[in-house]
């Protein structure tokens, strides 16, 4: 690298640092017209090597948060190189608390390569920018409730349960039928419940009957007793 190039990181990295501090200080960025950086300019603090935390920190939040259109962008990059671990945790909180609609697609991103925990985080900030109805969203979890492991099944679930969509009545009486991990068929049976849907009643009345699992049949009554349907 030249030394005038060196020049200008050290500038660019003086002037993100500043911004990290404020932000940490009271949660305030700069005004809309302050964008005196290019993404090329803070991609680069962002990706020196020997970077400083608070540089790296404060490129975090200018990608991210000041020019959300380079945000894509910049995870791809971030995980082309293999960096996610050393930045995930900053990011995903810049995720969780800021994130604005510009971040759906990072988001469901970072939800695909994130862990258990990240991902459920992750997922609440996502119902919240992009709401339910979102075909990315359904996508997203159709996927890891056909798809995904025992955690990732149970946490779809879960999210389909909040969000009471019928879509997914056929996705959860497939489980029903195929899945064998008690924790999952019995956040099946909430689920179903939950939709208030007349489809679900079929299969919450045969497992309250036939399911092996004591557990499961107990928890279907008590479904089909909350909608009147025993």
Wanted: hydrophobic content about 45%; cysteine-free; aromatic content about 6%.
């Amino acid at each position: 690298m030249q030394k005038h190039e060196e020049l200008e990181l050290g500038i660019h990295g003086e002037y993100l640092t500043r911004l990290f501090r404020q932000f940490h200080l009271d949660g305030s960025l700069p005004p809309a017209g302050e964008k005196t950086l290019s993404g090329n300019d803070a991609r680069g603090v962002l990706f020196r090597e020997h970077a400083r935390p608070e540089e790296v920190h404060g490129a975090l939040i200018y990608l991210f948060l000041i020019k959300e259109d380079e945000s894509l962008k910049t995870l791809s990059r971030i995980l082309q190189l293999g960096r996610l671990d050393e930045v995930k945790d900053f990011l995903v909180e810049l995720l969780v608390t800021r994130g604005v609609a510009a971040h759906v697609d990072v988001i469901i991103r970072l939800i695909r390569r994130g862990s258990l925990l990240d991902r459920e985080r992750l997922l609440g900030a996502l119902l919240k920018l992009a709401g339910a109805d979102d075909e990315r969203i359904l996508q997203l979890l159709r996927r890891y409730l056909l798809y995904g492991d025992q955690h990732s099944r149970f946490l779809a679930i879960r999210t389909v349960a909040r969000l009471r969509s019928r879509d997914f009545t056929p996705d959860l009486l497939y489980l029903l039928e195929k899945e064998a991990a008690e924790p999952v068929r019995l956040a099946v049976v909430e689920a179903l419940g939950s939709l208030e849907d007349p489809g679900a009643i079929p299969g919450l009345k045969w497992a309250s009957e036939h399911d092996p699992l004591i557990t499961v049949r107990l928890r279907a009554r008590g479904m089909l007793e909350r909608t009147g349907e025993l």
